[in-house]
Nanobody
Framework: QVQLVESGGGLVQPGGSLRLSCAAS????????MGWSRQAPGKQREWLATITYKDNTNYADSVQGRFTISRDIAKNTVYLQMNSLKPEDTAVYYC??????????WGQGTQVTVSS
């Protein structure tokens, strides 16, 4: 069993920044990748960014150039630095862990609200 705990969400003004963290613990064997998705009210979950065990990164077009994903291997933690935030970035943000085999694990989510 893998546990993922997100933190760092909150209320921020448009144009502001936040950094989300996601710490993994439990029965972690081999991690292929970790990443972030989000879900806004009334919308489907949207994939945002992934970082692989080789440190390859990929981003959704909606956040490319504004969000940066990174990780701390020693801490089994993945981060999402979010800059130039917009009201449409308001959502619950979830991190996930993709092992080399088996199903993805998901965190419980952290709320990000972008509003003046």
């Amino acid at each position: 069993q893998v546990q993922l705990v997100e933190s760092g969400g909150g209320l921020v003004q448009p144009g502001g920044s936040l950094r989300l963290s996601c710490a993994a613990s439990g029965n972690i064997e081999s991690i292929y990748a970790m990443g972030w998705s989000r879900q806004a009210p009334g919308k489907q979950r949207e994939w945002l960014a992934t970082i692989t065990y080789k440190d390859n990164t990929n981003y959704a077009d909606s956040v490319q150039g504004r969000f940066t994903i990174s990780r701390d291997i020693a801490k089994n933690t993945v981060y999402l630095q979010m800059n130039s935030l917009k009201p449409e970035d308001t959502a619950v943000y979830y991190c996930y862990l993709r092992p080399n085999s088996g199903s993805d694990s998901w965190g419980q989510g952290t709320q990000v609200t972008v509003s003046s």
